[in-house]
């Protein structure tokens, strides 16, 4: 029997929102042990930046009477720090009783199950509950609030709030220069606003670097196509893997398992993009040498492999025929079917932000001028003579 | 028509994602790593061995270190000299101060010594680039070419910083001969191309082309510079540390610290130019171009010169040599920056099509 | 006291030296965003020049009048210093506009690697002198001020008042000439220069030539000092700290930040040295620069651009 390290023992499945745990044949003897145990949850939930459910696996697990009060406590501050709520399967008939009765006391559920399956099933209820309780509050999925940034003089925002639902397609749009382009850079962390607060999936905050917000699930593409000019499409579309991708240093200079394994593991994943983006056929090509067109397609499908939550798409079909616009559009609209991705981005072409959208903010010299469906903006007089007034 | 890759289709990611994808070229690759080790001894004399065999080996491990860094990360050096003299002076003193440390246990250790000074180093370049960047790397090359002159604990109080180190050792193969030499550092340079081309074909290597080619969208998938940049300044500066050990303790025997002054690194920049910018293949091109154009200049110049009646002095070639150099760095950074490993793929692939040229 | 003050002024002089190479750095890097490596084999490309044709056009016009030789040399060699920067913009820059800073960088490498070669090779690779009628006999200074006074050469004095020359005569250059005004433009950005209808090619050459001439000027100063040889060309090497402590777009950064390396390379060699072993001049000034770019990148008078190529 193979022993795992505490490390294996924690697995993300990012589709169910879901951090398995892996307490099997351990044995807890102290309270040292639950905490090195439980340090290292904390930290890769940390890494994370969000919350999730648990689902915690105790079969034949043996906690100490001497280790119960420690373990009983971390657990329950892994849940308040980063829980959504927790199911549990096989628990000893003593670890059953400790974990009935502290559940007795804090007023929580045990929540146990005998096997696994049946556990992902309630996780299943749990978590359509709690999507409805959310939606019921209708806690925006990004909510931006007086947002306003400057560069030296140059007011390129001025206190601009907007909601963002969960699984819709939003736009923004508005004359040249108007900040839109600067709005998604605050969004994912480029510019810092001197002022306001972004709001995703529950997290405040007012600054943050751009990683931050790609562990949050945050991905997006680049007005001026912002490729890895000298690495192939494959590998440009690879580095959207980049966040996942565990092995260190070492294991990768030998190819070793680990390293060799995740390669794989990522490819197969890319290579899903690459046939849903339909660009088979360029896989090695260095992406310099591609047309436009295809390169905003790359640009797309390196923010795709990155799965994100919310997909920031600068001006996606700038520069395109007739022909590439279509495409452009069914896999935007392909991406939000299947992935359930939310989606915002910036277009001129009104046609296809009317096609596209469910919600559109417009903004001019940096201001919200109006929000709302397409049809409701489009007939907005304050935006027609917004127009009007920048193509004079 | 041997050289044919049509009509082979990769079945798996799996063998796609081979070091040669192409059953050829790992063919061909296996067979002269094959004939380095057993052909050469066999056919090559001493001088040979000593004037190109043996600094072309250590050199390209050199340049591989220097590659990672300038072609792969896009970070510009000057002071790669500096870190291969911190490679030989720290496994000198490894060697000299642990009893019973292995010479190579010590050049490895000189390596990670290197890694650490490059680190150090490294961190100017979170904040400037370019220019700037260079500026950081000399004051480690001035540097370094104080401190091993003058300090004199890291040369175990010997005169002007000259150290020797005696016959080396590897588990009981004394390496004495030119021959041990030779397959010692083949060696090393076997397993260490082979690491640096697993990393710059996973994950770290695609965030170093990444930084080079877009760093604002780097950032914004969620590379961090700092890591990124700060791993090619350590695993860079290991690679020349390595080599710089090699060169100290396998190639002079004894040396001064002018063994690896700002000439050695301006010498590794050019190879690394000359050879191809973000190449494996262009690291060896480069080391090999730089080891034997001046051999080939100090033959030919007097013969040329003596067509025309003229005597050519030992000094003249030495100037003509900087010149073409310079003129070579020159040429490729603007007809092909990307150096001789790219004229050679470029011309492999048109004998690959060959007949058909379209 | 007296020998603080000579250490001093020594720095000062040789400070004044760094700061004319600093110069044809700051010149060439404000008109096209190149960074000169090559500035020292200039240096050391002009000076061979001088020392070898004010002995050569006695030899070939059969004449001894010391003056005209070195007159007619002058003119040679700036004729020559010009023939340089054409070339270099014909076969290099050209090619290569809008490449990286660190591609140019590089470039100019090279260009430093072939001048030195193509200068040995044609004016040969050993000691030559220099001697334009320098005066050369030390003075006593100040010796009414305190005991024992202070030693000088009457050399320095001469080379710091031709540099003080030529500074002036540039910054007249700078803003009074139309062309000066064009290379400003240049400086301030490329494209809009080029859409204004100044041509570019030609601003080159001409920063180019001016870089040649305050290479010659650095060159003939260095050169009647210490002798012409190859370790002339490291003097660009010395002078790089220069432009970062005063920045690279500044001239008055250029002379003020060399006076300050200068100085403080022969204060600390002589106050510090003897404490670390000596020899830290070089190192000395290369991390003054590196503390610099650490927390003040743009340098002392460099405008407030940070991520610079
Ligand atoms: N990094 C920056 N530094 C200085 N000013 C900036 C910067 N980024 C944007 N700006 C300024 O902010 C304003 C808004 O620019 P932004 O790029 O957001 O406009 P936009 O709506 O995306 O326009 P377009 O339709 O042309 O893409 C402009 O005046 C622009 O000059
Ligand atoms: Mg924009």
Not at chain 1, 295 to 315: I, T
Not at chain 3, 205 to 223: K, R, S
Request: hydrophobic letters at 50%.
């Amino acid at each position: 029997m193979t022993i795992k390290t505490n490390t294996e023992r924690i697995t993300f499945h990012d589709a169910i929102a879901t951090m398995e745990v892996d307490f099997a044949n351990m044995t807890f003897a102290d309270a040292a042990q639950v905490d090195t145990m439980y340090d290292e949850i904390e930290s890769r939930l940390t890494e994370t930046g969000r919350r999730w459910f648990f689902l915690v696996i105790y079969t034949d697990c043996v906690i100490a009477p001497e280790a119960w009060d420690r373990f009983a406590e971390r657990g329950k501050n892994a849940n308040i720090n980063h829980g959504l709520g927790s199911v549990r399967v096989g628990a000893t008939a003593q670890t059953r009783d400790a974990i009935r009765q502290s559940a007795g006391q804090e007023s929580f559920r045990s929540n146990i199950y005998d096997s696994r399956d049946q556990a992902l099933l309630a996780l299943g209820e749990m978590r359509k509950r709690k999507r409805d309780m959310q939606a019921a509050t209708e806690e925006a999925f990004l909510r931006v609030e007086n947002v306003s940034l400057s560069f030296g003089g140059v007011k390129a925002i001025t206190g601009v709030s907007f909601d963002i639902k969960r699984g819709e397609i939003s736009s923004i749009i508005g004359p040249n220069g108007a900040g839109k382009s600067s709005m998604l850079n605050v969004i994912n962390g480029v510019y810092h606003p001197q002022e306001g607060a972004i709001t995703f999936l529950g997290n405040v905050r007012r600054q943050m670097n751009p990683r931050a917000a790609a562990t949050q699930g945050i991905a997006r593409t680049f007005q001026n196509i912002a490729l890895f000019k000298g690495m192939s499409v494959l590998d440009n579309i690879m580095t959207g893997r980049n966040l996942k991708m565990k092995a260190n240093l070492l294991q990768q200079a030998f190819w070793l398992g680990p390293a060799q394994r995740e390669e794989l593991e990522h490819r197969v994943k890319v290579e899903e993009i690459i046939d849903f983006l339909e660009i088979q056929h360029i896989r090695k090509t260095p992406v310099g040498r591609l047309p436009y067109g295809l390169q905003k397609r790359v640009d797309l499908a390196r923010a795709l492999a990155m799965e994100p939550q919310l997909l920031l798409l600068d001006e996606p079909m700038a520069g395109m025929n007739v022909e590439e616009k279509q495409d452009m559009c069914r896999f935007i609209l392909d991406v939000n079917d299947q992935f359930g991705t939310t989606v915002l981005l910036i277009e001129h072409d009104m046609g296809v932000v009317m096609d596209l959208s469910d919600f559109v903010v417009v903004l001019d010299h940096g201001e919200k001028i109006a929000e709302g469906t397409a049809d409701e903006v489009r007939s907005d007089p304050v935006v027609i003579s917004a127009y009007l007034g920048a193509s004079h | 028509m041997f050289y044919r890759e049509n009509g082979q289709f990769k079945t798996t990611y799996k063998s796609d994602q081979q070091v040669f994808a192409i059953p050829q070229d790992r063919w061909a690759i296996l067979a002269i790593i094959a004939f380095a080790f057993l052909g050469i001894p066999l056919l090559v004399d001493e001088y040979i061995f000593r004037a190109i065999l043996i600094p072309f080996l250590i050199l390209s491990l050199a340049a591989l270190g220097v590659n990672i860094l300038v072609g792969y990360c896009g970070q510009i050096t000057l002071g790669a000299g500096a870190f291969m003299a911190v490679g030989a002076y720290a496994a000198y003193n490894f060697l000299i101060r642990v009893s019973g440390m292995p010479a190579l246990g010590a050049i490895l250790l000189g390596g990670l010594t290197a890694a650490a000074v490059g680190i150090v180093f490294g961190i100017p370049s979170l904040r400037v680039r370019g220019l700037y960047l260079a500026v950081a790397t000399l004051a480690a090359q001035f540097f370094c070419d104080w401190a091993f002159l003058r300090v004199k604990w890291f040369t175990n109080d010997s005169s002007s910083g000259s150290v020797s180190v005696a016959d080396i050792s590897l588990m009981g193969w004394t390496i004495n001969s030119a021959t041990d030499k030779y397959l010692f550092c083949l060696g090393i340079l076997v397993v260490f191309s082979l690491m640096a081309k697993n990393l710059v074909r996973s994950a770290i290597g695609r965030q170093w082309m990444a930084i080079r080619d877009m760093d604002v969208a780097a950032t914004v998938i969620g590379i961090r510079p700092m890591y990124a940049k700060l791993s090619a300044f350590a695993v860079s500066s290991f690679y020349v540390g390595v080599a710089g050990g090699l060169w100290g303790f396998v190639h002079l025997g004894s040396w001064e610290p002018a063994a690896f002054s700002i000439d050695r690194s301006f010498q590794l920049l050019f190879m690394v130019i000359i050879g191809g910018m973000g190449s494996i293949a262009g690291s060896f091109f480069g080391a090999a171009f730089i080891v034997i154009l001046p051999i080939f200049l100090n033959q030919m110049l007097p013969l040329i010169g003596g067509l025309f009646g003229l005597e050519v002095s030992i000094a003249l070639v030495a100037h003509v040599e900087i010149m073409v150099f310079g003129a070579l760095i020159i040429f490729f950074l603007i007809v092909e920056p990307h150096g001789i490993a790219r004229l050679w793929s470029t011309g492999r692939e048109k004998l690959r099509l060959w007949p058909f040229p379209h | 006291m007296s020998f603080f003050l000579e250490t001093l002024l020594g720095g000062l002089m040789s400070g004044m030296l760094y700061s004319l190479v600093a110069l044809g750095f700051v010149l060439i890097y404000k008109a096209s965003g190149v960074f000169n490596f090559a500035q020292g084999a200039m240096v050391l490309f002009a000076a061979l020049s001088m020392a070898r044709f004010s002995e050569w056009i006695p030899e070939w016009l059969g004449m001894d009048n010391l003056l005209m030789a070195n007159l007619l040399a002058i003119v040679v060699s700036v004729v020559v210093m010009f023939a340089v920067a054409w070339l270099i913009e014909r076969l290099v820059l050209r090619h290569l506009v809008n490449q990286e800073g660190a591609t140019l960088l590089m470039a100019t490498l090279g260009i430093g690697y072939f001048l030195d070669g193509l200068g040995q090779t044609v004016f040969g690779s050993d000691i030559y002198k220099i001697d334009v009628g320098m005066p050369k006999e030390p003075v006593m200074m100040l010796e009414s001020v305190f005991e024992g006074g202070i030693l000088i050469n009457k050399e320095d004095f001469v080379a710091a008042l031709i540099s003080a020359m030529l500074v002036l005569a540039l910054t007249i250059f700078f803003q009074k000439t139309s062309t000066g005004r064009a290379l400003r433009a240049v400086a301030d950005d490329h494209q809009a220069a080029q859409s204004i209808g100044i041509p570019l090619g030609r601003i080159w050459v001409i920063v180019w030539c001016v870089a040649g001439i305050t290479a010659l000027v650095a060159g003939i100063i260095w050169g009647s000092k210490l002798g012409v040889q190859f370790s002339l060309q490291t003097v660009a090497l010395r002078a790089l700290p220069v432009v970062i402590l005063g920045g690279l777009t500044s001239v008055p950064g250029a002379i003020i930040g060399g006076l300050i390396i200068g100085v403080g390379e022969k204060l600390s060699e002589v106050f510090l040295g003897p404490y670390v072993g000596g020899g830290i001049e070089i190192w000395f000034a290369y991390m003054l620069a590196l503390m610099f770019l650490l927390f003040r990148p743009q340098g002392l008078f460099g405008e407030k651009i940070i991520y610079r190529d």
